[in-house]
């Protein structure tokens, strides 16, 4: 063996006596979880506190080093990412400069930290240009967030080379995490938090502070939902309520677009937070061309520096409505995740609505408490100064002397200190003191500097030793945060009417529900329509030249109500579950709410019976050729999306309307011609649901039923109207009970008009009244006189011509 290889021998025997025997897999997993804490909590994670990832709270804090405010003149993008990386984030230029850029960007952040000046990128996803020929300063949100950082309010700890300090967080005077939001990926989790509204953010961190128990539904009263720049509808609240409940969620985002009917042509104007529009354009031209929506005819991108402008060409022969649907099924809708984590002393945390507001207040206590701390020691270390120099001003004489006796600038404050009893601090202040401090204009300065001081003194530890001053000054400072950085919402959030949603978020209240002769459907508020006198025009609840009236109700946003069509199928739809709409509009089609076949319509809606009733229940429906049908309604307790049969119905009849009943109640039809029959509902056998059912009145002629009610008490009144306005209430006992399939008695003996509406009507309350033609008219059932059977009544309605009454209802 080669002396050589017995010194490398010995070598490797000795350094072996070294090694520290370790498990492969514990070593790999420590070094892993040390790698993930890294990525965590040093790259991809905002901290709740700031809502800052350390690349843009690095950049933000040089550009207030560096004097780039929002008041400076911009500067090169190339100096500040410099000036970053070498002082503070040495982990390559590219990084610090997406984050610049993104920070620039209003179609990426609620409100920008950054005011860019150059191409800073697109909506289509196009590239910055490059740091060299862009140029940025702090945006006023941004100076807001480092406000007060030099007065001891943040831990600051060493950069990466132990030369300079940077701040653990920044000060920030307002919710940054919930305004900005963030987005990241880290190793095995990821975080996105959405944007949300200034002033709804301030608004609900101010009430969590006055109400600190109160419920994620309380604060939803002032954070309707994210807020996303770039506008755009939030289509269901549940996805919201779930992540503000635990932290994670999922929301539905819609784009923004009008339907113009008479040009064929569907208009985008807003689209989903984060979509590239030219990746939407490019998808809906595929879509086109491929016949995966059919009907499109041309896709054209007319956006520009104003906005969003996408035109979509339909075909004249395709049904917009239908090509609308698919849009919204393919294109339109974009599904957004919101999952809540950041870190929370360095750890992540997945956070409710709750906790990120109060980890936001928690700091900001911090900071406040911290600043007024400092801001105490100044004002003591200041009044301390200004009480020797009015100290040494009343004996200026001997301290003149006293110093000019001294040997030099030292032994004149040991002098000082030892003969007027003057603290160090004051001493050497006063050695320094000019000689034009010796008039009596800077005395009185100098006694009011001292009032002012020993106030604020009294102010600042007021503030500190009281929990609810220190709250107070934060709300005070966080309301002139939303007065000055506030904007309007810009993204709607509207119940999602094709999904059940949680009825927790949706107010109950009594809404008009308005249905078109070409199968529209909206709702409004009753409390759109003001009461008017007997005898009025009405206003306008549609504006259509094209469509009208067909059929009016007044429900409950919770209820629940079944549809019945001219196929004798029932659908089942929540009152929120359908569109709201102003007087003004069309409404929506009902094919968007419910799987209709083409050319089915809705001929009749009822509320469904409570769930106590359920059991004693029956669905009674009457047609036009005088058939009565009564069914369990144990029979209907899955009414599924297609539909379920309802009444079997030849070709030449069709449903006139339909009640649910309870086993006692007496049944009334009404005919064109004015006859009325009442008999007992006992008298209709119970049957099945396709059943053609049995006849209820006794046609004559052409004859047919245009009305049906129910008689639930005999106190109740009958109200007949005719298609031309006229009517009047009658007392029940002059309807007698007749056996089923009579041909019935007269309600009025000559009739102006055909009779339209035949129902009964508590003594008080309101009736709504529509007209084919759009108008709708509120008035008050005592206004509405009552006549015998067979009187003709007077004018409920005044009708413009060519007018005639389409429905009524009681509310």
């Not at 008689?711 to 209430?729: I, N, P, S």
């Not at 033609?773 to 409920?796: H, M, Q, W």
Request: hydrophobic letters at 35%; a negative charge.
């Amino acid at each position: 063996m080669s002396t050589k290889n017995t010194e490398e021998d010995e070598l490797f025997e000795a350094q072996a006596a070294e090694v520290e025997q370790v498990s492969v897999e514990n070593q790999v997993q420590d070094a892993y979880i040390e790698y993930a804490m890294s990525v965590i909590g040093g790259r991809a994670l905002p901290d709740v506190r700031d809502g800052l990832k350390p690349v843009q709270r690095r950049t933000l804090y040089k550009m207030h080093d560096m004097g780039v405010t929002n008041n400076s003149s911009h500067r090169k993008s190339s100096s500040i990412i410099g000036e970053t990386m070498g002082d503070l984030h040495p982990h390559g230029d590219k990084a610090i400069y997406d984050s610049l850029v993104r920070m620039s960007q209003d179609f990426s952040l609620g409100v920008p930290l950054v005011d860019g000046q150059g191409n800073f990128g697109s909506m289509d996803g196009d590239p910055p240009a490059a740091m060299r020929y862009t140029e940025a300063r702090m945006s006023e949100l941004a100076e807001d967030m480092l406000d007060d950082i030099e007065k001891d309010t943040v831990n600051f700890n060493p950069n990466y080379d132990n030369r300079l300090e940077e701040p653990e967080v920044l000060p920030s005077a307002l919710p940054n995490l919930l305004i900005n939001g963030a987005s990241g990926i880290a190793v095995g989790m990821t975080t996105d938090i959405q944007p949300h509204n200034v002033g709804e953010v301030i608004d609900a961190t101010i009430y969590r502070m006055r109400n600190p128990d109160c419920t994620v539904l309380e604060l939803m009263d002032y954070i309707e939902g994210p807020d996303f720049p770039t506008g755009a509808t939030i289509v269901g609240r549940q996805g919201i309520k779930d992540a503000y409940e635990t932290g994670k969620g999922k929301i539905r985002v819609r784009a923004d677009y009008t339907v113009y009917r008479d040009q064929n042509q569907i208009v985008v104007t807003e689209i989903p937070y984060q979509k590239r529009k030219s990746k939407l354009v490019e998808k809906l031209a595929g879509y086109a061309n491929d016949g995966t929506i059919e009907g499109i005819s041309d896709v054209r991108d007319e956006s520009d520096r104003d906005g969003v402008h996408i035109s979509i060409d339909v075909k004249s022969t395709a049904n917009i409505d239908i090509v609308e649907n698919k849009l919204i099924d393919n294109v339109f809708e974009e599904t957004i995740s919101m999952n809540q984590i950041a870190l929370v002393d360095g750890q992540p945390q997945r956070l409710n609505l709750p906790s990120l507001i109060d980890k936001y207040i928690e700091h900001r206590r911090d900071v406040v408490r911290r600043r007024c701390q400092y801001e105490l020691n100044e004002a003591k270390d200041r009044h301390h100064i200004v009480m020797g120099r009015l100290k040494a001003l009343e004996d200026i004489d001997n301290v003149v002397e006293t110093i000019r006796n001294s040997d030099d600038r030292k032994g004149a404050i040991e002098s000082l200190q030892k003969e007027f009893d003057f603290s160090e601090a004051q001493a050497d202040h006063i050695t320094r003191m000019q000689l034009s401090s010796l008039t009596g204009l800077k005395q009185d300065e100098l006694k009011t500097e001292r009032d002012e001081l020993k106030v604020t003194i009294e102010e600042l530890k007021l503030v500190l030793n009281n929990d609810y001053e220190l709250d107070s000054l934060i709300i005070e400072e966080l309301e002139e945060m939303k007065a000055k950085h506030n904007h309007e919402r810009r993204t709607k959030i509207k119940d999602d009417y094709t999904r059940v949603a949680d009825e927790d978020l949706i107010p109950q209240e009594d809404i008009v529900v308005l249905l078109t002769e070409n199968n529209y459907i909206k709702r409004m508020s009753v409390d759109d329509f003001g009461i008017q006198n007997r005898g009025g025009k009405g206003v306008y609840g549609l504006y259509e030249d094209n469509d009208g009236i067909a059929q009016l109700n007044v429900v409950n946003t919770h209820e629940s109500l079944l549809c019945f069509t001219s196929e004798g199928d029932v659908h089942e739809l929540k009152g929120y579950e359908i569109p709201e709409a102003s007087r003004q509009a069309h409404g929506t089609n009902i094919i968007n709410l419910l799987e209709l076949d083409n050319g089915e319509e809705i001929q009749a809606i009822a509320p469904r019976p409570k769930d106590e009733e359920i059991d004693n229940a029956y669905i009674t429906i009457a047609t036009e050729n005088g058939q009565v049908n009564r069914t369990k309604y144990d029979e209907f307790n899955n009414i599924w999306n297609p539909g379920l049969k309802a009444i079997g119905l030849p070709e030449d009849d069709k449903i006139v309307d339909a009640y649910i009943t309870y086993g006692n109640n007496d049944i009334m039809l009404a005919t064109k011609n004015g006859k009325v029959i009442r008999f007992d509902e006992e008298d209709v056998r119970s049957t099945g649901r396709t059943a053609y059912g049995v006849y209820g009145i006794d046609l004559q002629g052409d004859d047919i039923v245009t009305d049906m009610t129910v008689v639930r008490d005999d106190d109740e009144t009958a109200f007949t109207l005719t298609t031309h306005g006229r009517g009047k209430r009658t007392k029940l006992t002059e309807y007698r009970v007749q056996s089923r399939n009579g041909k019935g008695i007269k309600a009025m003996s000559n009739p102006d008009g055909d009779i339209k509406v035949f129902t009964t009507v508590p003594k008080d309350g309101n009736m709504f009244v529509s007209s084919k033609n759009g108008k709708i008219i509120k008035i008050n059932v005592n206004d509405i006189s009552t006549y015998g059977r067979t009187a003709n009544g007077l004018t409920v309605m005044k009708l413009d011509k060519n007018d005639v009454v389409s429905d009524a209802t009681y509310v």
